[in-house]
């Protein structure tokens, strides 16, 4: 087969402005044909799935749930640990399998972050002859032109630098009544152990009469709940001179939309506004994610974070007593090089100071390319992975004592899908993001609802609807 080579592959030039909207030339040029696609990551990922979505839908083809019966089988990878790699390419045997065996046609493609790295996009071109398409994430529009003009070798197509940032994206939305809304594109803040800014490119805002204009759309079409949509959506309008976050905030909320949630929010930018914000509205969610990393003043410095331990917890508390039963769950680290077992035990007292509703625990990936990843390291995996268990054990405490204290309250769900623990309930989130899983007839999906939480779990509420008499 005659492979193309990574410069040629990224020089290739398209021109951008045929193909942000849906192509019109498609004439359901793979009508009856079907397609698979699996997405990890985070919600940008599963945001960036509903456009490919999308644009497959435009050339006819049609979503299947197994490999099996697909002619197109979509791979939207994540690059934030190395497990993330493990993972995929654990699929890819089962897709070259399925190729080799049972179907000779199938299109294997693979998107996403990891063919942003430069050593992916090479091992997939010099390892990986069976993958016919690969993709960066800021070519997702050229999806149509690759099907369209299939070619006979791999087709790669990886921008290197962002480009702009583009209005109109096609989205085939997983669900009737929530929807993701990107705000923002990118990082600017390098972070020491972070791949994103080198994946997700710089920091770019969409201009915010756009996004209200995207909002106002998705209210008229039913949509109860919106999730603003950034890498650190508190750093909004920064670069292109707009609104600030707080008054983006009050404007999606003006809208009339039921729910305003957002993700996700990275200490240093959190202004008294944004807070204020937050708690004079009823339909901004109290819920916010916000990355801890790490308890220890001395590894936040190395991680390049910009706030110390002390500035968490002043924020933290000051978020806590402004908005109203506000929840607060949070991204640890554990293992960054040189950790000391001081550094671990001042995180877990940030977590027994903050018992958080529930965490997000890693332990530290190298990432080629980072600054982190040139740093010497003495702890062993093992030790890691101690503190990750003892890490562990301190936030599902946590997470159960601030789950028990919802046992019969009436909270409101928004009732969106079939419980996947119980075809017979009915699942939705609490406006503090609680999972609870709910007996209700179906005539409710899609409703805001009242609920009594008959127990709790550590992970989710159990609960029954009160019908009004
Ligand atoms: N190793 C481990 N965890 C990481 N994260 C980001 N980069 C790394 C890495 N190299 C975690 C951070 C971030 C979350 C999305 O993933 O905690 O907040
Ligand atoms: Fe990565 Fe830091 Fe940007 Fe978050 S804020 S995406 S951790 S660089």
């Given at each position: 087969m005659n492979l193309p080579n990574m410069k040629e592959a990224q020089t290739r030039t398209t021109d951008k402005t045929n193909y942000i909207y849906l192509n019109n030339n498609a004439d359901k040029a793979y009508a009856g044909k079907k397609y698979f696609i699996r997405t990890y990551g985070c919600q940008m990922n599963v945001h960036d799935s509903e456009e490919i979505s999308a644009r497959l839908e435009n050339l006819g083809f049609s979503k299947v749930e197994t490999i099996e019966e697909a002619d197109i089988v979509i791979l939207n990878t994540c690059a934030i640990r190395e497990n993330a790699h493990d993972k995929l390419y654990g699929f890819l045997g089962r897709c070259k399998h399925e190729k080799e065996n049972n179907n000779k046609d199938l299109i294997i493609c693979i998107c996403g972050c990891m063919p942003q790295e430069e050593k992916v996009?090479?091992?997939?071109?010099?390892?990986?002859?069976?993958?016919?398409?690969?993709?960066?994430?800021?070519?997702?529009?050229?999806?149509?032109?690759m099907l369209l003009n299939k070619m006979e070798r791999q087709d790669i197509r990886v921008y290197s630098k962002e480009g702009e940032v583009y209005e109109n994206i096609p989205y085939k939305r997983d669900s009737k009544f929530k929807a993701w809304v990107d705000i923002q594109y990118g990082c600017d803040k390098f972070c020491t152990y972070c791949i994103v800014p080198y994946t997700r490119g710089k920091q770019r805002s969409r201009k915010s009469e756009e996004i209200i204009k995207e909002v106002e759309c998705l209210v008229k079409n039913g949509y109860k709940e919106v999730t603003l949509l950034g890498q650190n959506?508190?750093?909004?309008?920064?670069?292109?001179?707009?609104?600030?976050?707080?008054?983006?905030?009050?404007?999606?909320?003006?809208?009339?939309?039921?729910?305003?949630?957002?993700?996700?929010?990275?200490?240093?930018?959190?202004?008294?506004?944004?807070?204020?914000?937050?708690?004079?509205?009823?339909?901004?969610?109290?819920?916010i994610h916000l990355p801890l990393q790490s308890g220890s003043s001395r590894i936040l410095k190395l991680m390049g974070r910009r706030y110390t331990k002390e500035e968490y917890i002043t924020l933290f508390k000051k978020i806590k007593d402004t908005i109203k039963n506000v929840a607060v769950t949070t991204d640890i680290i554990v293992g960054f090089p040189n950790e000391t077992e001081e550094d671990f035990n001042e995180t877990l007292e940030v977590v027994n100071e903050c018992k958080y509703d529930s965490a997000f625990t890693f332990i530290y990936s190298?990432?080629?390319?980072?600054?982190?990843?040139?740093?010497?390291?003495?702890?062993?995996?093992?030790?890691?992975?101690?503190r990750l268990h003892k890490l562990n054990d301190l936030v599902n405490k946590y997470a159960k004592e601030n789950n028990l204290k919802y046992e019969g309250k009436i909270v409101k769900v928004l009732l969106e899908d079939y419980s996947e623990k119980d075809k017979n309930l009915l699942m939705g989130y609490t406006d503090t993001m609680k999972l609870v899983n709910v007996k209700a007839d179906p005539k409710y999906l899609g409703s805001i609802v009242d609920v009594k939480i008959t127990s709790a779990k550590s992970w989710s509420l159990d609960g029954e609807i009160v019908e009004e008499k």
């Open positions: 996009a090479n091992d997939l071109i010099k390892n990986h002859p069976y993958v016919d398409i690969v993709f960066g994430t800021h070519n997702i529009f050229e999806l149509e032109d959506v508190n750093a909004y309008g920064k670069d292109i001179n707009d609104l600030s976050f707080a008054e983006l905030l009050l404007k999606v909320s003006d809208t009339g939309i039921d729910r305003v949630r957002f993700v996700t929010s990275h200490p240093w930018d959190f202004s008294d506004d944004m807070i204020n914000a937050i708690a004079s509205r009823d339909n901004i969610m109290p819920y190298p990432r080629e390319g980072t600054p982190a990843a040139k740093m010497q390291d003495d702890i062993s995996l093992e030790v890691k992975e101690e």
